[in-house]
């Protein structure tokens, strides 16, 4: 019996003991779905309000934070997705959070 053209519904391989030839058999065994969603960069900030800032003798402040690399999702474990070599010899990118305030004086 064939089933979705693989007999038995094995979804393995036929794999060959004879000289390494393998490597260059049609397969999809390898295929994967691809497709994934990734936060690269965000930024939140908040201005205080002028009647605040007055107050303390300023013009404006402003509080932010940043954030690069902080998600991905996708069906590939432990792969950026978007590297062009399947991740061999490449580290993950980092996920990096900042923050900060803005002074006018």
């Known amino acids: 019996m064939v089933i979705d053209g693989l007999p038995n519904g094995n979804p393995h391989p036929i794999l060959r003991a004879e000289g390494g030839t393998n490597n260059f058999q049609i397969s999809d ?16 900030g908040y201005t205080l309000p002028k009647s605040i800032t007055k107050v303390i003798g300023l013009n404006l402040v402003k509080v932010y934070a940043r954030g690069a690399n902080l998600l991905t999702l996708s069906k590939i474990k432990d792969l950026d997705p978007e590297s062009l070599d399947a991740g061999i010899g490449n580290f993950p990118l980092c996920s990096t959070i900042t923050g900060g305030i803005s002074l006018s004086f």
């Open 29 to 44: 065994y390898w295929i994967v779905d691809g497709s994934f969603f990734k936060i690269r960069n965000i930024e939140l």
